[in-house]
């Protein structure tokens, strides 16, 4: 229906998935623009952040697993699930001693660890691809992987495990049951004072694709926000609103639809940037 009337719906554009999706997008422009190529990966981590969940995020977690299947969870948190047309190729998978430990060692980003973001953000980013002429924008073998940057080894095991271990609890409905009644409840959650100190800043590295492997060349993406992370969600969704209204976009030239974030392109970007977004994009040495 919002293709047909030429509406613009834009889902997951806040915390969770703008940043994301425009820090890829800026890469592979800029690895396109400079070099003339597509993008082979995009190596996203979540690089330093001190915020708080508040309850209704706690909530919303919980409720989704009372409110669909864990086979439609399953599904719709697939990489390409949302991509409106399939890759020819599937993405590399993780080794196997990452899929162990669920740590890897990225030159400039550090040792990294699971995310609790890549979920999210993952099918959102390759949407972004499919809907940018069928994937050939961003390249045919494009994929994105997405970490948090962790301390040490040790550390990023202990995340690693953490995580594993509470999905495998907050299946069990009795613990869902437990979490509801005991932990933050919708309403709660850091007060205006508590969250005007925290901030989140994203980092990226992007390989672009080319012929000749010992030649390797890569782009740097940096995003960072201080303030509060609900002011950084409403940020996005009234800037969005502004783009729409008065600029020309990705969006309006396909003629509407379940959009990205990053589908607003430029215009959206440079009024993010005005509201406190920091970014950086440039080709490393």
């Known amino acids: 229906m919002a293709k047909r009337t030429g509406a613009i719906v834009i889902p997951q554009n806040g915390l969770e998935s703008a940043p994301s999706d425009l820090m890829c997008w800026s890469l592979v422009s800029h690895i396109r623009q400079t070099l003339g190529v597509g993008t082979a990966e995009v190596i996203q981590t979540t690089y330093d952040m001190k915020a708080a969940p508040s309850g209704g995020t706690l909530a919303t977690i919980l409720t989704s697993f009372d409110t669909y299947s864990l086979s439609h969870l399953a599904k719709s948190g697939r990489p390409w699930s949302l991509s409106p047309v399939k890759p020819t190729q599937q993405s590399p998978s993780r080794p196997l001693l990452e899929k162990a430990t669920g740590l890897r060692t990225v030159s400039d980003l550090g040792t990294l660890t699971d995310s609790l973001q890549s979920a999210a953000d993952i099918p959102i980013v390759n949407r972004t691809w499919g809907l940018m002429d069928g994937g050939r924008f961003y390249g045919p073998h494009f994929?994105?992987?997405?970490?948090?940057?962790?301390r040490n080894t040790l550390t990023g095991l202990g995340v690693h495990l953490v995580m594993t271990l509470g999905f495998l609890a907050i299946l069990l409905p009795p613990v869902r049951w437990l979490l509801q009644r005991f932990v933050v409840q919708p309403g709660q959650g850091p007060t205006k004072e508590e969250a005007k100190n925290d901030y989140v800043e994203w980092r990226a590295i992007a390989?672009?694709?080319?012929?000749?492997?010992?030649?390797?060349?890569?782009a740097y993406g940096r995003m960072r926000f201080e303030g509060s992370m609900y002011l950084l969600t409403g940020i996005c969704l009234a800037e969005a609103a502004m783009t729409i209204a008065r600029d020309r976009t990705p969006a309006h030239e396909i003629g509407g639809g379940m959009l990205t974030p990053a589908m607003l392109g430029a215009p959206y970007l440079e009024r993010l940037q005005k509201a406190g977004l920091k970014t950086e994009v440039r080709m490393m040495p």
């Open 207 to 218: 390989h672009a694709e080319v012929a000749d492997p010992s030649d390797p060349k890569r």
């Open 143 to 150: 994929h994105m992987t997405c970490y948090s940057r962790t």
